[in-house]
């Protein structure tokens, strides 16, 4: 008999996509996936130990989807989601709870896992919280095919090596300052003045159009494709990923480079000076540490190599949560 599993999703596009991915890489003749999609009100910023085990802080129309039958499995991919998974065991105590990421002390003991990132494993420990380098993510190589597929002959006056610029920008408290920007742009130049080719380089609403500016002055004399943040047309992220010969991404975001890795190509991580927080350091190091990744700052381009084989963090979880 399949067993069901509810997938707890919010506006969070970042987490949607790691709850996605997971469910991805389940097998469907083993598992029903129901996606509960899920909107908040103002109360949904309360503290989780005030929320507790009730559906408070949900919208009525989202409270009334949470009802009973109850599944044999819940995903909580956020924090937001953790009292809602915890409602849904109060009142099925069979069910099992796997959460992504930390969600601090309170209930952690009503989770048969919590599937936390290596580079916050400064936090407290509990016997079922696992750590996992970077994070689940949905770039699969099925994706990664279907995207060469379609973008292959945009791209294909490009020459070779084609390298991928992912650039994210400002986090919290952190700017991405033009220093930053130059410091990136210069670091693609160097690594293309050594090994020829092109560009395809993608900006985020957090880079900013100063910074924007900064990089592709420096950048526009390379052969390149960009998408800059504000394009209307189709964004080519995936194409990208799948098109590129070898990547660099900002190491704002953990999202992009979980899912860069999972390409299996070399991977080159830009940290700058007095930006990421230590949690993104000590997360770039990790993968770095590990063969997944290098800093474009300190190695040795002649020397850098693709990993043996591809991050899949989601592969990972997704293969614990079939042990339920």
Not at 124 to 146: Q, W
Request: aromatic share 8%; with cysteine; charged share 20%.
């Amino acid at each position: 008999m399949k067993k069901n599993i509810w997938i707890l999703l919010d506006n969070r596009i970042g987490s949607r996509h790691q709850a996605e991915g997971i469910a991805d890489c389940l097998d469907k003749t083993r598992f029903t996936i129901t996606e509960k999609t899920l909107e908040y009100n103002r109360w949904a910023a309360l503290p989780n130990f005030i929320r507790g085990t009730t559906l408070l802080g949900l919208v009525s129309e989202s409270k009334n989807t949470i009802s009973a039958p109850y599944p044999d499995i819940v995903l909580s991919p956020t924090r937001r989601t953790a009292p809602i998974a915890r409602y849904i065991k109060k009142k099925h105590p069979e069910t099992k709870l796997v959460q992504l990421g930390h969600i601090g002390r309170t209930g952690i003991k009503d989770f048969t896992f919590i599937f936390a990132p290596e580079h916050d494993k400064n936090k407290f420990n509990a016997p079922n919280i696992h750590y996992t380098v970077g994070c689940p993510h949905f770039v699969t190589r099925e994706k990664l095919d279907s995207a060469y597929q379609k973008w292959h002959d945009k791209f294909s006056t490009l020459p070779h090596p084609v390298t991928a610029v992912i650039i994210g920008g400002a986090i919290k408290k952190h700017p991405f300052s033009l220093e930053n920007a130059e410091q990136l742009a210069l670091a693609v130049k160097s690594l293309k003045k050594k090994e020829g080719g092109s560009l395809l380089i993608t900006t985020s609403r957090r880079t900013g159009t100063a910074a924007e500016e900064k990089i592709m002055s420096t950048l526009n004399a390379f052969p390149h494709y960009a998408y800059l943040w504000g394009t209307k047309d189709e964004n080519p992220y995936l194409g990208f990923l799948a098109c590129a010969d070898n990547i660099v991404v900002t190491g704002d975001s953990v999202s992009m480079c979980s899912e860069a890795t999972a390409t299996g190509k070399t991977l080159r991580i830009f940290t700058g000076s007095d930006w990421l927080t230590p949690k993104h350091l000590r997360f770039v190091q990790s993968l770095c540490s590990k063969g997944y990744a290098a800093d474009i700052a300190n190695e040795d381009y002649t020397r850098q190599q693709p990993p043996d084989t591809p991050l899949n963090t989601a592969q990972e979880i997704a293969a614990v949560i079939a042990t339920l």
